[in-house]
C-alpha cells in the first residue's frame, strides 16, 4: 500500500514538473519578445527592465525556469498587464465561483448517473433501460452550451423561474446563490451524469452477474440491499475511474458554462486573458488547472484504496 | 421434511429451449445427507438452486419443492427471501468469489445474521464469533476486520459455511464445496460438515462429482444423468449394488484419488452428457450405454425399486454380475 | 515456415468475421438510422456549394429575421438576412472536417505511440507520463493555451481536439498490442526470427485496427463537439466563416426574438453528434465477440 501510494506519488510529481516545463515553454514559445509580451500596454524601457530582471530573461533557459518555479511556488504569479492586480489575488476570487459551480454538477451527476445506472441495469430489456439508454445517449450527444443557451430562453427568458446570469456570493446570501446556480450546475452536469450512467449500467451489469451476488441473494438479503450494497459498492471502483478521467472534460465544460451564464469565475477569467493577451494570466490559469489535474487524480488514487480493500490492504496491487 | 416432486428446470436462450432439469423427486429428511452425484452438465446444480430459485429470471421452473408444508417452486418472491439463507443455506463451489471482495468477513456474516434474525448490531457480531469458531477458524474475534483476498481457500469456504449456519438452516445445500481446494483442505471442509450434520441436526444436501467423497460423508445417493435422476438409494446398497449402467461406469471411473484430482471429472465414460431441448420418451443415456436395446431408445424406463433400491433402467445389472466384476474398492486396486 | 504462413490464419478469418460485422450492423436499427444521418450529412456537405442555395455568408438586410418555411428561406434567415439552411450546411461541413481532422491526428500520433509502448516495456512508462501530461491539460485549457500562442483557427481548433483525443488513442491501441503479443502467432512470428517492425505492422496493426477504428468513430462525435464549443467562444472558426458554433455565438443576442437561430444549429450539431454515436455504438457491438449478447 503504502509503495504503491508512494510510486503513484512520485509519477504525479514528476507528470507536474513536465506541466510546469510546458507552460514555461509554451510562453517562451510567443512570436516576439517575452518581456514585451508580459509588458503588455507600458512599453517603456524601465518597466521592459524590470520584467527582465524579474523573470531573468537575460539569464540562461535553466536559471530562467528556475526562477519561475520559485515565483510560483511562492504564489507570485505575477501581475495582470491588463489592470495590474496580482494575478494570485485574480484567482482567489474567482475560485470559489468555480468549486462550488464544479461540485454541484459533480453531485448532481452522480445521483442521476448512477441512479438510472442501476436502473437500466436492474431492468434490463424492459422500457426503462431502453429510456435510460436513449437520454444517456443524448447527454453525450448535445452541445452542453447550446442547452444551456435554450434553457435561458426557456426558463429565463420565456418562464422568468432562475435568472439568466449574474452570481451572488454564496456567504452573502445562500438562496440567491443557489438561485443562479442551479441552472449552470444541471446544465454542466448533464453531460457527466451520461457519461456516469454508461458506465455505472456496464459495471453493475458485471457485478450482477458475479458469484458473490448470488451468495447475497442466497442469504436471503432483499433485493434492495443485494443491487444497492453488494453489486454498487463494487461497481463504484470502475465509476471513480471514469469520474477521475472526465474531470477534465468537467473543468473545460465549467468554462463555457460560466461564460454562458455570465459567472464571474475561474472560466471566465480564463477566456477573457485569451482575447486579452493577458498572458500571466494565461500562464497561471493553465498551470493551476494542470496542478488541480494532477492532484485530484492523485486524490482518487487514494480515494480507490478506501473503496477497494485489496489495493488498501494487500499493497501494491498492480 | 423437504419433499421434491417432479421438478423441472427449463432455460430459453438463444438457441431455444434446454431443459436443464427433468422430473426429478427426492425427499430430505431432516439430520441426513443426501448426496446428488453426476458429472458436470447432468443438472445437479441447477437442481439446487432451482429449490430457492436461485436461477436467473429466464429459467422456468415447474413441479413443487414442499418445505415444512410450504412448496416453495409455488411461493412468492417475499417467502422465498425468508426462506433463503433461514431454512434452506448454501455453500457455492468458488469459494474465491462466492464472499464480496470489498467487504470484511465480520460485516459478510453479521449480515446473514442480520437477515433473518431481529437482534443488535453487536448481538449478530458476537453470533459471527461463534460462527467462525464453529466452523474450526482460529482467532475468530480477530477475523472479523479481515477481507477475503486476505484468506487461504479453505479459509474462506469455512466462512461460506458459518454464513450459511448462521441461522440455524434446515437444510444446508452445499454444491461442490470441496472441488476447488487441495486434497488436504477438503478433508477439513467436510469435517465441518459432518460436525454441523451431527450438532445442529440440518440436513445436508451434498452436490458432488466425487464419489469418494460421496462414499466418505453420505447417508443417501441420488444419481442424476442429463437432467434426470437414473438411481438412487443409500450409499452402501447402492456401491455395493450398482444397478444402473451409468453408475457402474461411475464407480468404475474411480481408479485412484490421484487420477481423479488430475482430470477433475469422470472422463473414464466414453461420450459426452446430452444437451436436452426436450424430454424425449427415452433412455437419454442410450447413446452411451453398452447395455442398450431398441427398448431403450423407445421408451423412458420408469425409476423403479430393484431388489433394495432404486433405478431407472431397463437392462439393470443383477447381483450376480456385481459379484462376478467384484466390489468397487476392489476393482480400483486392480486399476 | 515462413512468416507468410503464420500470417494465413489473420487472413483468412478476417473475411467472414468482416461479412459478420456488416450483417450485424445491417441488423441494428439504431446503428443505420445513424448511418443515413451521416450519409445524408456527408453528401450535404460535400455538396454545398451546388446544393445550397445561398452562399453562406450573403447578408441581404431587407430579409432579416425570416421565420422557417418562408418562401426562398427553408430554415429562415439570421440577424443579417443570410440564409440558415446555406449556413447549417457549410457549418456541418467546417464541422465534419475538424471531426475527421482532429482524429486523423490523433491517429497519426496515438497508434504508434500505442504500439511502441504496448510492445517495448521501457518505452511504457515514457508513453504513460506523456499521455498523463496531456491528460493533466484540460481540453479547453489546451485550446486556450493554443489560441493565445498561435491564434484562434480552425486548424489550431483541428489541433487542439486532436491532441486531446490521443491518450485515448494510446490507451486502446496499447491495450490491444499488449493482448495480441501474447498469441500465438505472434509468439511463433517472433521466434521465426521476424523483425519487430514486421511483427508490429504485419501482425499486430492489422488485427488491432478494428479497435482503433471503433475508438475513432466514438472520438469524431466528442471533436465536433469540441469545435462547436470552440468556435462558439471565438477560439476555433473565426467569423464571418460559417460554422455551428459561430451561428450560435450571433444568435446569443438575438435568442428571444429570432428563436429558430439558436435552436437550429443546436440540433444540428446534436444531429451530426447523435448519428456517430449511434453508428460508433452498434460498430463496438458488431465487432465486439461477445455480441448479440448486449
Not at chain 1, 457485478?207 to 459498492?233: F, I, M, P, S
Not at chain 2, 452445499?174 to 478433508?187: F, R
Not at chain 3, 517472433?190 to 485496427?209: C, F, K, Q, T, Y
Request: aromatic content about 6%; glycine content about 10%.
Amino acid at each position: 500500500m503504502a509503495a504503491y501510494l508512494l510510486r503513484r506519488a512520485g509519477q504525479s510529481l514528476l507528470t507536474l514538473v513536465l506541466a510546469t516545463i510546458v507552460v514555461f515553454a509554451g510562453v517562451r514559445a510567443l512570436p516576439g519578445d517575452p518581456a514585451l509580451a508580459l509588458a503588455g500596454e507600458e512599453r517603456d524601457a524601465a518597466t521592459l527592465a524590470a520584467i527582465r530582471a524579474k523573470y531573468g530573461l537575460d539569464d540562461s533557459v535553466i536559471e530562467q525556469y528556475w526562477a519561475y518555479v520559485t515565483n510560483t511556488f511562492q504564489g507570485d504569479l505575477g501581475r495582470s498587464i491588463r489592470t495590474g492586480i496580482p494575478v494570485r489575488d485574480m484567482i482567489v476570487g474567482a475560485l470559489p465561483v468555480t468549486l462550488e459551480l464544479s461540485l454541484l454538477a459533480l453531485v448532481i451527476a452522480s445521483i442521476l448517473g448512477l441512479l438510472t445506472g442501476m436502473l437500466a441495469a436492474v431492468r434490463r430489456g424492459g422500457p426503462s433501460e431502453w429510456l435510460a439508454n436513449g437520454i444517456a445517449l443524448l447527454g453525450l450527444s448535445i452541445p452542453h452550451f447550446w442547452l444551456g443557451l435554450m434553457a435561458i430562453l426557456w426558463l429565463s427568458v420565456g418562464l422568468g423561474l432562475f435568472p439568466a446570469s449574474g452570481h451572488v456570493p454564496l456567504l452573502s446570501d445562500p438562496v440567491a446563490n443557489l438561485h443562479h446556480m442551479v441552472m449552470p450546475a444541471v446544465i454542466l452536469g448533464t453531460g457527466l451524469a451520461a457519461v456516469i450512467m454508461r458506465q455505472t449500467r456496464s459495471s453493475m451489469l458485471e457485478a450482477l452477474g458475479e458469484d458473490y451476488v448470488r451468495t447475497a441473494r442466497a442469504k436471503g438479503l432483499r433485493e434492495r440491499q443485494v443491487v444497492g450494497v453488494h453489486a454498487l459498492r463494487n461497481s463504484l471502483i470502475v465509476v471513480v475511474t471514469i469520474v477521475g478521467l472526465q474531470l477534465g472534460n468537467l473543468i473545460s465544460g465549467a468554462v463555457v458554462t460560466e461564460q454562458i451564464f455570465g459567472l464571474p469565475g475561474f472560466g471566465k477569467l480564463t477566456i477573457d486573458s485569451v482575447f486579452q493577451r493577458d498572458y500571466p494570466v494565461i500562464q497561471a490559469v493553465v498551470l493551476i488547472t494542470a496542478t488541480a489535474y494532477i492532484v485530484i487524480n492523485f486524490a482518487i488514487d487514494l480515494l480507490y484504496s478506501v473503496i477497494d480493500p485489496r489495493i488498501r490492504v494487500a499493497g501494491g496491487a498492480d | 421434511m423437504l419433499s421434491v416432486r417432479d421438478l423441472t428446470v427449463s432455460f430459453t436462450g438463444e438457441e431455444g429451449v434446454v431443459c436443464a432439469v427433468d422430473r426429478v423427486s427426492f425427499d430430505v429428511r431432516a439430520g441426513e445427507v443426501l448426496s446428488v452425484v453426476g458429472e458436470s452438465g447432468c443438472g445437479k446444480s441447477v437442481t439446487a438452486m432451482a429449490l430457492t430459485r436461485l436461477l436467473p429470471p429466464y429459467a422456468r421452473v415447474t413441479g413443487s419443492a414442499v418445505l415444512d408444508g410450504v412448496d416453495l417452486a409455488a411461493a412468492s418472491p417475499r417467502t422465498l427471501r425468508h426462506v433463503r439463507g433461514k431454512d434452506v443455506a448454501y455453500v457455492f463451489q468458488e469459494p474465491m468469489s462466492s464472499l464480496n471482495p470489498v467487504f470484511t468477513l465480520g460485516r459478510q456474516v453479521t449480515e446473514a445474521v442480520l437477515a433473518h434474525e431481529q437482534v443488535s448490531r453487536s448481538t449478530a457480531e458476537q453470533r459471527a464469533v461463534e460462527l467462525l469458531d464453529l466452523v474450526g477458524i482460529p482467532g475468530a474475534r480477530d477475523r472479523l476486520r479481515v477481507y477475503p483476498h486476505q484468506l487461504s481457500g479453505g479459509m474462506r469456504q469455512r466462512v461460506m459455511i458459518a454464513m450459511a449456519v448462521a441461522c440455524n438452516p434446515r437444510v444446508l445445500v452445499a454444491d461442490e464445496p470441496t472441488t476447488a481446494l487441495d486434497v488436504t483442505v477438503q478433508a477439513g471442509i467436510l469435517d465441518v460438515l459432518r460436525d454441523l450434520r451431527t450438532r445442529l441436526g440440518t440436513a445436508v444436501v451434498l452436490i458432488t462429482h466425487d464419489l469418494g467423497v460421496v462414499a466418505d460423508v453420505a447417508d443417501r445417493v441420488v444419481v442424476m444423468y442429463a437432467g434426470r435422476i437414473v438411481e438412487r438409494g443409500e450409499v452402501r446398497e447402492l456401491f455395493r449394488r450398482p444397478r444402473h449402467p451409468y453408475t457402474k461406469g461411475l464407480l468404475g471411473a474411480v481408479p485412484n484419488a490421484e487420477a481423479r484430482e488430475r482430470s477433475g471429472r469422470l472422463l473414464e465414460i466414453p461420450g459426452l452428457v446430452p444437451v436436452l431441448s426436450e424430454q424425449p420418451d427415452a433412455c437419454t443415456f442410450a447413446d452411451r450405454c453398452p447395455r442398450a436395446s431398441a427398448r431403450c431408445t423407445e421408451h423412458e424406463p420408469p425409476l423403479e425399486n430393484v431388489a433394495g433400491h432404486e433405478v431407472a433402467c431397463w437392462h439393470p445389472h443383477t447381483d450376480d454380475e456385481n459379484a462376478t466384476a467384484g466390489r468397487p474398492a476392489e476393482r480400483s486396486s486392480d486399476a | 515456415m515462413t512468416t507468410g504462413e503464420v500470417a494465413t490464419p489473420v487472413v483468412t478469418t478476417a473475411d467472414p468475421r468482416q461479412r459478420r460485422v456488416a450483417r450485424r450492423l445491417l441488423k441494428s436499427p439504431l446503428a443505420m438510422a445513424g448511418f443515413v444521418v451521416l450519409s445524408v450529412a456527408i453528401v450535404g456537405a460535400v455538396f454545398a456549394p451546388l446544393i445550397a442555395p445561398y452562399g453562406p455568408s450573403d447578408a441581404n438586410f431587407g430579409d432579416a429575421f425570416i421565420p422557417p418555411g418562408a418562401e426562398g428561406y427553408l430554415l429562415g434567415t439570421d440577424s443579417l438576412g443570410r440564409d440558415m439552411f446555406s449556413r447549417i450546411l457549410y457549418g456541418t461541413r467546417a464541422s465534419l472536417i475538424v471531426g475527421v481532422l482532429s482524429v486523423l491526428l490523433a491517429l497519426a500520433v496515438g497508434v504508434p505511440f500505442g504500439l511502441l509502448a504496448g510492445y517495448f516495456s521501457p518505452i511504457d512508462s515514457v508513453v504513460s507520463r506523456l499521455t498523463d501530461l496531456v491528460l493533466a491539460f484540460p481540453f479547453l485549457i489546451l485550446a486556450v493555451g493554443l489560441a493565445a500562442i498561435r491564434g484562434a483557427s480552425l486548424t489550431n481548433a483541428a489541433i487542439a481536439i486532436g491532441i486531446v483525443q490521443v491518450p485515448a488513442m494510446v490507451r486502446v491501441t496499447r491495450s490491444e498490442t499488449l493482448r495480441l503479443k501474447g498469441r500465438d502467432y505472434v509468439a511463433s512470428a517472433i521466434s521465426d526470427g521476424a523483425g519487430d517492425a514486421w511483427v508490429l505492422l504485419r501482425h499486430i496493426l492489422p488485427n488491432a485496427i478494428s479497435a482503433v477504428i471503433v475508438q475513432a468513430t466514438i472520438a469524431i462525435p466528442g471533436a465536433i463537439l469540441g469545435e462547436a464549443v470552440l468556435s462558439f467562444l471565438g477560439l476555433g472558426i473565426q467569423p464571418p466563416s460559417p460554422s455551428l458554433g459561430t451561428m450560435l455565438t450571433e444568435a446569443q443576442q438575438y435568442a428571444a426574438q429570432a428563436p429558430w437561430t439558436a435552436v437550429l444549429p443546436g440540433v444540428a450539431i446534436m444531429l451530426l453528434a447523435l448519428a456517430f454515436n449511434l453508428f460508433g455504438d452498434g460498430l463496438r457491438d458488431a465487432l465486439d465477440p461477445k455480441g448479440g449478447r448486449r
